[in-house]
């Protein structure tokens, strides 16, 4: 069974980075749709940043806009996400999962309970 597997998260200071993979465990293409969703106990997941493969068009919430970058490598199958100039009100469990859409626009409508397939999660906190 083809499952996503997270890694990358930790601590670190406010205006620090850190880069978040997530690796498919087989060959197989996951969905061409891949997104970052995070969550914080209490609120609910929220999507952070997308991308449609087929065209490498991405796509990211306003909070992180100009400080989250999403990519991809096909192949060694895996899902970057580069998070710089972090704020204390990014920490929270972020999960990568995946989707088949048929369009871009199908890709920004994308949320968590649609995906194909999802990670365990890894932790970020962000200490001010």
């Known amino acids: 069974q083809v499952q996503l597997v997270e890694s990358g998260g930790g601590s670190v200071q406010a205006g620090g980075s850190l880069r978040l993979s997530c690796v498919a465990s087989?060959?197989?293409?996951?969905?061409?749709?891949m997104a970052w969703f995070r969550q914080v106990p209490g609120k609910e997941r929220e999507g952070v940043a997308r991308?449609?493969?087929?065209?490498?068009?991405?796509n990211y919430a306003d909070s992180v806009k100009g400080r989250f970058s999403i990519s991809h490598d096909f192949a060694s199958h895996t899902l970057y996400l580069q998070m710089n100039s972090l704020k204390p009100e990014d920490t929270a469990m972020y999960y990568c999962?995946?989707?088949?859409?048929?369009?871009?626009?199908?890709?920004?409508?994308?949320?968590?309970?649609?995906?194909?397939?999802r990670g365990q999660g890894t932790q970020v906190t962000v200490s001010s």
């Open positions: 087989t060959s197989t293409l996951s969905g061409d749709c």
């Open positions: 999962a995946s989707v088949w859409v048929t369009s871009y626009a199908n890709c920004l409508r994308f949320r968590w309970p649609d995906a194909r397939l």
């Open positions: 991308i449609y493969t087929s065209t490498d068009s991405t």
